[in-house]
């Protein structure tokens, strides 16, 4: 079975700083891996994800993540916040389910206050 | 992409009482799936909807409380049956579409819910 940790269930962070935002995961067979974001009082839109080839990947509002298979790590970064990244980053993982979808297995997220 | 929207956005509801949730897509999919986000948790799947066939739940999940229907390729309703206060969370409706290889997931806006 796979499974997501987030290690961080809060990350304050000074507006103009980075940010990394830590995601590991465990599964037995390839996998998927995939960032979401939740805005207040929101659903959940996708950042980035990561199929295969290039180990760097990188998203919408200048969002990147790093796939580490020997680490079994795809820790998510920004080299300088905004105020409009305060949010709920989920992390998450797919596998292809019993009835042929893309079974997901999603963090416990992590909230990302931007200080100003 | 998908665009998915859900009624109500909200709802506070007494215990004992039953609530529908439906789940609206701007085109036909094929899978539709519930989740549930109960507050400061992440994401679990209770549900995956397949036009003309009976949902299949996941564990921890069972139809007599959360029956789902799931009449054509655009639509779906989640019923959250003889509510308790441990009922009280986000109830997201997602898609799955076709995207570079792999199918994606994309998340409605989710329906607040609130059981006294």
């Known amino acids: 079975a796979q499974s997501v940790t987030q290690l961080d269930s809060q990350v304050p962070v000074f507006e103009e700083a980075p940010v990394e935002l830590r995601c590991n995961y465990s599964?037995?067979?390839?996998?998927?891996l995939f960032w979401y974001v939740q805005y207040p009082n929101q659903g959940l839109q996708l950042l980035l994800k990561?199929?295969?080839?290039?180990?760097l990947v990188k998203g919408i509002n200048g969002f990147e993540a790093e796939f580490n298979k020997s680490q079994t790590s795809f820790h998510l970064r920004k080299p300088s916040v905004h105020i409009s990244d305060t949010a709920e980053y989920f992390c998450a993982v797919s596998e292809a389910g019993a009835g042929g979808y893309q079974k997901v297995t999603f963090g416990t997220g992590t909230k990302l206050q931007v200080i100003p | 992409s998908a665009v998915i929207s859900q009624k109500p956005s909200r709802d506070i509801c007494q215990r004992g009482t039953s609530l529908t949730i439906q789940c609206q897509v701007d085109?036909?999919?094929?899978?539709m799936f519930w989740y549930r986000q109960q507050p400061g948790q992440s994401l679990t799947l209770i549900a995956t909807a397949n036009q003309g066939s009976e949902a299949t739940y996941e564990s921890g999940f069972v139809i007599d409380k959360f029956p789902i229907s799931r009449p054509n390729l655009t639509f779906s309703t989640l019923t959250v049956s003889n509510m308790s206060p441990e009922d009280s969370s986000i109830y997201l409706c997602s898609v799955e579409r076709p995207a570079g290889g792999l199918h994606e997931q994309y998340f409605g806006p989710g329906t607040r819910l609130t059981v006294t």
């Open positions: 085109s036909q999919v094929t899978m």
């Open positions: 599964s037995s067979v390839s996998v998927y």
């Open positions: 990561y199929l295969s080839g290039s180990t």
